[in-house]
């Protein structure tokens, strides 16, 4: 039965991957590169694809410090490809700096904070990561049609990877799911953790969500499409991740605001940034003040205690050892290398490299100066984004929904500035603006003013 389920998921892919790519006349063959970088950021590193179920959770340090030589072999073939395809349309393309210019400098600012790391030698190689998840973005953005390209590689990602978790979990679980420290079981699909699983199912099912709404009268596309939304909501349920379930949910709801409020961006734009701002804001002070977090009451509804399994007390000890370099910080991805910084903390040995809250990583790598152009580049987007809907409603629709979505998962999960992460990929896709030099004025792919 298991490889009779196999057989069928090949087949499907097969048929829908080239009525996929029949249906995207407008895009390159090029595109399968940043398809192929995407797919593995979303789903689990390149040397769990070639060896199934060795998962580990726990890196030695060696490991951690070294990392590991068949990604880093897979990262310079990646990048060498990627930067020629990119020469090739460096004529054909026009780069925005006034609208890319806080994407510019967060990443300059990131680079010359590798200077104070104390290991710099990872910190650089960690940046260059980050460095080529740009280079994918702008390979998926210099496409004739940026709209299309955006559409294909995200459906490529869902016919590959939705399926495949599903027929890993119910025919193969020795690949599919995996055991926490304590022995409870959780489900993990081709990702390495319930987490992962659940953020690669909330973000793909948005997306399949916005497509279903907007081809509703294509039968093909609803078939499928929605096929693959319910294998990934009901994969999305079984991953047990309530944040990737909540962040889902207030997806829909953007979507569905955004629907409502088409006709009058001003509403639109008020009712997001006061949510938006307001819930920042109490994060942060109910949290570090009270030990409480306005977002409990989310994860209430789903069963899950008030301090977000051991996420506060973790804030309030990080946020104490970022205090230590509050104004440059600790360098680029510097503070989960420094070992004597996270001695001190008690909850660091289960949390090594991750801060659980987008925004504390920020502060911890690159201080108070770094997190101030996190918000300015948030904020920056987020206007432009709103502008977009006068050019090209559909693509804005999308690309906005997806940003809220990837700033509020940040609140309790940690993927702003991490290079090769699926959602710091998408959040680059709705950043930086880049348009064909060919095209009219009046194009639907040129920025707003």
């Known amino acids: 039965m298991a ?10 892919v097969f048929i829908t991957l080239r009525h996929d790519a029949k249906e995207g006349r407008h895009v390159s063959r090029a595109l399968w590169i940043p398809f192929l970088w995407l797919a593995i950021s979303a789903s689990q590193p390149l040397s769990g694809w070639l060896s199934p179920g060795s998962r580990s959770f726990q890196l030695t340090e060696a490991e951690y410090m070294q990392g590991n ?7 310079v073939i990646m990048l060498s490809v990627g930067l020629a395809l990119l020469s090739r349309r460096a004529k054909r393309v026009a780069y925005y700096f006034r609208d890319n210019f ?6 300059f600012y990131a680079f010359i904070s590798i200077g104070w790391s104390d290991f710099q030698g990872m910190s650089l190689r960690r940046w260059i ?19 299309d390209a955006i559409v294909r590689v995200l459906r490529r990602c869902a016919i590959l990877l939705i399926p495949l978790s599903f027929v890993y979990i119910r025919y193969f679980p020795q690949w599919g799911i995996a055991y926490h420290v304590d022995g409870t079981r959780m489900w993990t699909g081709v990702t390495n953790h319930k987490n992962t699983l659940g953020i690669l199912c909330a973000f793909l099912g948005i997306f399949l969500t916005w497509r279903l709404i907007k081809e509703w009268r294509k039968p093909k596309v609803m078939v499928v499409d929605g096929f693959l939304l319910i ?4 994969l999305l349920r079984g991953s047990h991740s309530a944040t990737s379930l909540v962040v889902y949910l207030i997806g829909v709801m953007i979507l569905a605001c955004v629907f409502y409020y088409k006709n009058d961006r001003r509403k639109l734009n008020s009712f997001l940034i006061v949510t938006v701002l307001v819930l920042l804001v109490l994060q942060g002070i109910f949290i570090y003040i009270l030990d409480v977090s306005p977002t409990s009451l989310f994860f209430a509804a789903t069963e899950r205690d008030s301090s977000l399994t051991g996420r506060i007390p973790l804030w309030q000890e990080l946020i104490a050892i970022g205090i230590q370099k509050p104004i440059l910080g600790a360098g680029y991805g510097g503070i989960w290398l420094s070992q004597a910084a996270l001695a001190k903390s008690t909850f660091t040995a289960r949390h090594k490299v991750n801060a659980h809250n987008g ?8 201080g108070i100066l770094g997190l101030l152009l996190m918000f300015a580049l948030i904020a920056h987007n987020y206007r432009r984004l709103l502008k977009s809907f006068e050019v090209n409603w559909e693509k804005g629709t999308l690309l906005l929904t997806l940003f809220l979505m990837i700033v ?27 348009v064909r030099k060919a095209r009219a004025p009046d194009s639907p792919e040129t920025p707003p003013a």
């Open 129 to 147: 990561r980050a460095a080529g998840d740009v280079i994918m973005v702008l390979l998926i953005l210099t496409e004739d049609d940026q709209r």
């Open 231 to 234: 294998l990934a909501l009901y």
């Open 359 to 366: 925004y504390i990583h920020v502060f911890l790598d690159m």
């Open 408 to 434: 509020f998962h940040n609140i309790t999960e940690s993927t702003f500035t991490r290079g090769t992460s699926f959602l710091w990929i998408l959040f680059l896709l709705t950043c930086i603006v880049v």
């Open 102 to 107: 806080f994407i510019y400098l967060l990443y």
């Open 69 to 75: 030589p068949i990604e880093r072999f897979f990262l």
């Open 3 to 12: 490889q009779l389920a196999l057989l069928l998921y090949l087949a499907f």
